[in-house]
């Protein structure tokens, strides 16, 4: 039945289809970019059809490369998955999990211990950035944690929570804003659409008329700076009911009027569809879903 599939062909093509580069491909393979660029003309040849567009300096895949990538990224990660439960040790193995540093320093880290306890053969390594990984084109990420209002139709996923945003402060402040109107704490997000109306909605609901005459207002470009400046006393804070959870729970900042908040968006763990069977990849989400279960924010 496979006996006339041009399999190296069909490796060199999904590496350099998920690295857009025939150099690049060239290196993981150990091979030289020659001879990638050769199997690449065959497969295009059998298959009767161009794959790439030749551009200076780079190479896009045509539409016929991306539906081929496609369905054939998936078909091999499944393969070396399948291959990899045969092994001796399948519970032990490396995972790298991309998420933002704002929701690694604030709700993962600190419960990670949890994880090495009951996985201590895994071992994690955390990629943080606010720019969101193409989990399709970067195979050396196996799962991402994402906020946003988006669904992923092309990804395996698992809502762990919605959120919302309410104010708080440290006990002094709070205790201070029913007399005077408070220096406000505020993020300058990368996506600002998630942000931007949150104190506006959260005066408006609250009939706090804190921005009219406006009040003082800090802005920090990542939530912990300004989950920070609120515990030191600085003001009051517009944070997440997810990411404040650990400050709460120790005492360093109290909620401001608890029963007025705004709603967030949501985070997910997400996939490359076929990864989620991989072991470790596995026990990082059921650890996930306990974790969110135990917060009591889970969906």
């Given at each position: 039945m496979f006996a006339s599939l041009p399999l190296t062909a069909l490796r060199a093509?999904?590496?350099?289809?998920?690295?857009?580069?025939f150099k690049a491909a060239a290196h993981e393979l150990s091979v030289s970019p020659t001879a990638v660029s050769h199997q690449i003309r065959t497969l295009?040849?059998?298959?009767?059809?161009?794959?790439f567009e030749r551009l200076p300096r780079q190479v896009r895949l045509t539409e016929g490369g991306e539906r081929l990538f496609h369905s054939l990224h998936g078909a091999l990660l499944e393969v070396a998955q399948s291959v990899d439960t045969l092994r001796p040790q399948r519970s032990t193995g490396n995972l790298t999990l991309s998420t933002t540093p704002a929701f690694a320093a604030l709700w993962l880290v600190p419960r990670l211990g949890r994880f090495y306890a009951a996985h201590p053969g895994i071992s994690l390594r955390l990629d943080t950035n606010c720019d969101v990984v193409d989990l399709q084109q970067d195979a050396s990420i196996d799962l991402a944690i994402r906020y946003s209002l988006d669904d992923y139709l092309n990804l395996y996923g698992l809502c762990?929570?919605?959120?919302?945003?309410?104010?708080?402060?440290?006990?002094?402040?709070?205790a201070l804003?029913?007399?005077r109107a408070p220096t406000l704490i505020s993020v300058r997000w990368h996506n600002s659409k998630l942000y931007a109306l949150g104190w506006q909605a959260w005066c408006e609901k609250a009939g706090e008329d804190w921005l009219q005459p406006a009040s003082p207002i800090r802005e920090y470009d990542e939530e912990?700076?300004?989950?920070?400046a609120?515990?030191?006393?600085?003001?009051?804070?517009?944070?997440?009911?997810?990411?404040?959870?650990?400050?709460?729970?120790?005492?360093?900042?109290?909620?401001?009027?608890?029963?007025?908040?705004?709603?967030?968006?949501?985070?997910?763990?997400?996939?490359?569809?076929g990864r989620e069977r991989h072991p470790p990849v596995r026990a990082f989400f059921q650890w996930l879903q306990e974790e969110?279960?135990?917060?009591g924010h889970a969906l």
């Open positions: 093509f999904e590496s350099a289809s998920r690295l857009l580069s295009e040849t059998w298959l009767g059809v161009p794959l762990l929570f919605d959120e919302c945003f309410a104010v708080y402060g440290s006990p002094e402040q709070v804003a029913s007399e912990h700076y300004a989950l920070q609120a515990i030191a006393g600085q003001g009051l804070v517009l944070a997440s009911n997810i990411l404040v959870s650990e400050s709460v729970a120790s005492g360093l900042l109290v909620p401001y009027r608890p029963q007025i908040s705004v709603d967030g968006a949501g985070y997910s763990a997400l996939c490359v569809p969110a279960r135990l917060s």
